[in-house]
């Protein structure tokens, strides 16, 4: 077998499709500081009664930091008003956290 089955070529789009959206990912982790990342994430990973529930370790390795520096980041948000601690969940500040994003890209 000299040439690629048709197959195979899909499995090879597929593979470069992920390899491609990791790299972005990764590439996004270096760019920006953890708070802008965590905002940006609180936003979009929140229900629409604005609660968050998410365990520390997944987001900590999705972000690319040590759970360390999530905790200490959370506790900052906390302190600034951006989220608000509810048992094991944490409500956030859908209006505080976006204009907090919209300073950071500017």
């Known amino acids: ?3 690629p089955l048709p197959q195979d070529l899909v499995v090879f789009g597929e593979v470069g499709l ?3 959206q990791r790299v972005d990912h990764f590439t996004t982790n270096q760019t920006y500081e953890l708070s802008y990342r965590l905002a940006e994430l609180l936003l979009v990973a929140a229900n629409h009664e604005d609660v968050y529930k998410e365990k520390h370790t997944e987001i900590a390795e999705y ?3 040590s759970y360390r520096h999530l905790i200490y980041t959370f506790k ?3 302190e600034r008003g951006f989220i608000q601690k509810q048992g094991t ?3 956030i500040n859908r209006l505080a956290l976006h204009s907090f994003v919209q300073k950071m890209k500017s």
Do not use: I, K, P
């Open 1 to 3: 077998r000299d040439r």
């Open 18 to 20: 992920a390899v491609l």
């Open 63 to 65: 972000l690319g930091v």
């Open 76 to 78: 900052q948000f906390r």
């Open 89 to 91: 969940a944490y409500h």
